[in-house]
């Protein structure tokens, strides 16, 4: 997996998903407070997906 160097991939995940604009970063509209609340709302996504897959991975491997 490639990542950024350093907090970068950090701070620009939630502009690569789509969630807010790169501007808002740089002019301040966004704080570190909501990058990390974007962050941790991404990695519940992220988490419910991988269950939900996996709930259907093994129905199938069980039906």
């Known amino acids: 997996m ?6 970068r991939g950090w701070l620009l995940r939630p502009v690569s998903e789509g969630w807010c604009r790169y501007e808002s970063l740089k ?3 966004l704080d570190l407070a909501d990058i990390a ?3 941790d709302c991404i990695d ?9 897959h996996e709930a259907a991975r ?3 491997g069980n039906g």
Not at 2 to 7: D, F, I, N, Q, S
Not at 44 to 52: C, F, G, L
């Open 37 to 39: 609340e974007m962050n």
């Open 27 to 29: 002019d301040g509209t």
């Open 58 to 60: 093994r129905e199938r």
């Open 2 to 7: 490639v990542t950024l160097p350093g907090r």
């Open 44 to 52: 519940a996504r992220i988490e419910n997906d991988w269950r939900v």
